[in-house]
């Protein structure tokens, strides 16, 4: 799993006009839970920017006062204008402590369903989960490969395949499912129809 390092300052000045006096000077407010106390620092936007918005979950290493502290991504706030980043809460990973939080999805394998025509269809993006900090992962991956035409794999299927992580969402929501395009439901329309004109005719005969 990917360890960002960021570099922090204590703060400790609160409320909302002293957190947009901290972003006109360059920096962005972080809170900080899940420890023995909740922590207040800054950091520089651009710092953060290649946890944000990567794929996959990341353990981010807070440096601040030559102590580390890893953690990951709890809440995110951006402007709704502009979609300038405001505001990051981060949840503090303390070894054999569980936390909840949510893992993004990787499908892998093509589906049997695919090569038949079919289109692969993701219905969530990621899946809320609680685990220990020792079993995160960057991604949950999803292997395909034996999903059929307008088949879907449900969360309750991936129980099997994962170590000491517990799946939070509903046991039978749909995570990807494989649909018949358009197109291929026209065509197998189309043939169905001409098969039961051709039935027709051989019976009138």
Do not use: W
Request: hydrophobic share 40%; net charge negative; charged share 30%.
């Amino acid at each position: 799993m990917k360890t960002i390092s960021v570099e922090a300052q204590p703060r400790s000045a609160f409320g909302k006009s002293n957190s947009k006096r901290l972003r006109r000077e360059g920096y962005l407010p972080v809170e900080i839970y899940g420890g023995d106390e909740n922590l207040h620092v800054v950091v520089k936007p651009r710092d953060l920017k290649e946890a944000i918005y990567q794929p996959g979950l990341a353990v981010i290493r807070i440096k601040v006062e030559g102590k580390e502290i890893d953690t990951i991504v709890k809440e995110t706030q951006f402007h709704p204008l502009s979609d300038e980043l405001l505001h990051v809460d981060m949840l503090q990973l303390v070894p054999g402590k569980p936390v909840i939080t949510e893992i993004p999805i990787r499908t892998e394998g093509l589906a049997k369903g695919v090569k038949v025509g079919g289109v692969l269809a993701p219905k969530v993006r990621s899946l809320r989960v609680k685990t220990v900090p020792e079993k995160l992962c960057d991604f949950i991956v999803v292997d395909v490969s034996d999903l059929e035409l307008n088949k879907s794999l449900k969360v309750k299927d991936l129980v099997e395949g994962l170590d000491g992580i517990e799946i939070l969402n509903n046991p039978n929501a749909p995570v990807v499912s494989v649909i018949t395009p358009r197109a291929l439901r026209s065509k197998t329309t189309a043939e169905a129809g001409e098969e039961a004109a051709e039935a027709e005719e051989a019976a009138a005969e």
